[in-house]
T-cell receptor, first 115, second 115 residues
């Protein structure tokens, strides 16, 4: 257990439905990252926050995706009008910005299956 | 897009043997990290090597970095069945590309250690 939690752990939805995932970081970590991992591949960066500010978004993050971190603590990732291609593991990771080591602490992930 | 490539894609060894995995990347980096992922779960940080370091040890792990060849290797000595997992290299190019410590992962090596 790295101290980063994600909910739900598994989500099965029908195409066209909206889904929302939550990530609770380690409390003193001000940077929070979202990654997506498809089967047999390494994680790919989606977006990151420093405190409540969303500082970078990947081109992978289409306009159906939105992420928030309203109070600089937990974060949510919402996917609207899900498509089968959205099926993947969504991973959250956190980091204490300014730390001498850049180790990111990953949560267990949310596995999304779009039918 | 994935930056790194890892080889081999899969490796099967007997307990007690050493396992070596290689990673190549494409751009200049600040540091390179190795992560382990057990089947369908989150990633666990193993070791970080900075761009000005050439070799680093942690327990049974030995990492090398050759920035001129843009490559790294991870050696696990005296492997155990519990080492069975997928191993990913990840590069951090913060300050070089403007990213805030976002990681770019390789495709991973699936290691199986048999009794």
């Amino acid at each position: 257990d790295t101290g980063v939690s994600q909910n739900p752990r598994h989500k099965i939805t029908k195409r066209g439905q909206n889904v929302t995932f939550r990530c609770d970081p380690i409390s003193e970590h001000n940077r929070l990252y979202w990654y997506r991992q498809t089967l047999g591949q390494g994680p790919e960066f989606l977006t990151y926050f420093q405190n409540e500010a969303q500082l970078e978004k990947s081109r992978l993050l289409s306009d159906r995706f939105s992420a928030e971190r309203p109070k600089g603590s937990f974060s949510t990732l919402e996917i609207q009008r899900t498509e089968q291609g959205d099926s993947a593991m969504y991973l959250c990771a956190t980091l204490r910005g300014g730390a001498p080591y850049n180790e990111q602490f990953f949560g267990p992930g949310t596995r999304l299956t779009v039918l | 897009s994935q930056q790194g490539e890892e080889d081999p894609q899969a490796l099967s060894i007997q307990e007690g043997e050493n396992a070596t995995m290689n990673c190549s990347y494409k751009t200049s980096i600040n540091n390179l990290q190795w992560y382990r992922q057990n089947s369908g779960r989150g990633l666990v940080h193993l070791i970080l090597i900075r761009s000005n370091e050439r070799e680093k040890h942690s327990g049974r792990l030995r990492v090398t970095l050759d920035t001129s060849k843009k490559s790294s290797s991870l050696l696990i000595t005296a492997s155990r069945a519990a080492d069975t997992a997928s191993y990913f290299c990840a590069t951090d190019a913060r300050g070089l590309t403007g990213g805030g410590n976002k990681l770019t992962f390789g495709t991973g090596t699936q290691l199986k250690v048999e009794l």
